[in-house]
């Protein structure tokens, strides 16, 4: 059963903004929920994090003051709220999902264990 479902792709150009969503299926809940970003040839990277209980966030240092997570409790829904978007943002945007305490940090893709199909994001310059 699909968990996380992700939303908001598209392409857009340098500057300006994109809102990701992510909606996890009724009756899934989860004590963190984050994006990760993939581009091409590069490794799978955290970008933002929520934990859902007290709605601490914390963000990759390239996207600190652009980026901003935030969590509809009501709807089971993460936002990823893009703005002044670069080209260097250009990348396949993940959902991901942890109800377990691992041990690992929120960076970390073991931290999680439940992943979207993923939304792409193009950023033209």
């Known amino acids: 059963q699909v968990q996380l479902v992700e939303s908001g792709g598209g392409s857009v150009q340098a500057g300006g903004a994109r809102r990701l969503s992510c909606a996890a299926a009724?009756?899934?809940?989860?004590?963190?929920m984050g994006w990760f970003r993939q581009a091409p040839g590069k490794e799978r990277e955290g970008v933002a994090v929520?934990?859902?209980?007290?709605?601490?966030?914390y963000y990759a240092d390239s996207v600190k003051g652009r980026f901003t997570i935030s969590q509809d409790n009501a709807k089971n829904t993460v936002y990823l709220q893009m703005n002044s978007l670069k080209p260097e943002d250009t990348a396949m945007y993940y959902c991901?999902?942890?109800?377990?305490?691992?041990?690992?940090?929120?960076?970390?893709?073991?931290?999680?264990?439940?992943w979207g199909q993923g939304t792409q994001v193009t950023v033209s310059s």
């Open positions: 929520i934990y859902t209980y007290g709605g601490i966030t």
């Open positions: 009724s009756g899934y809940t989860y004590s963190k």
């Open positions: 991901a999902a942890g109800s377990r305490i691992t041990g690992f940090t929120w960076t970390r893709r073991e931290a999680y264990n439940a």
